[in-house]
């Protein structure tokens, strides 16, 4: 099971660090990154291999950073300059991925709770 939290209320160009807690080991496994906002579709935002390799949408690179830290089984999601259309629910799950970078990512199991991140202009 993965807990996600850290979200909140922030101005535009400010910054928020989202963690994704998992109940068992998070080593071996992939865990992506999405939102949802207001009347979209949820999409990937980010995700993480089990050997710390990262893929990105175009949206967020350059401000996003995904990590993870297998000792503490917890996946971070750091968020600079962030903007008004970064608004959404935050959610982290495991993710199946195949192809070449990342091409073909399904998420497996339940979605949590997610977090909410507000980004006033």
């Known amino acids: 099971q993965l807990v996600e939290s850290g979200g909140g209320l922030v101005q535009a160009g400010g910054s928020l660090r989202l963690s994704c807690a998992a109940s068992?080991?998070?080593?071996?496994?992939?865990i992506g990154w999405y939102r949802q906002a207001p009347g979209k579709q949820r999409e990937l935002v980010a995700g993480?291999?089990?050997?710390?390799?990262?893929k990105y949408a175009d949206s967020v690179k350059g401000r996003f950073t995904i990590s993870r830290d297998n000792a503490k089984n917890t996946v971070y999601l750091q968020m600079n300059s962030l903007k008004s259309e970064d608004t959404a629910v935050y959610y982290c799950i495991r993710v199946s991925v195949s192809g070449i970078n990342w091409a073909y990512v399904l998420p497996i199991g339940s979605w949590g709770q997610g977090t909410q991140v507000t980004v006033s202009s």
């Open positions: 068992g080991n998070t080593f071996s496994i992939k």
């Open positions: 993480i291999g089990s050997d710390g390799r990262t």
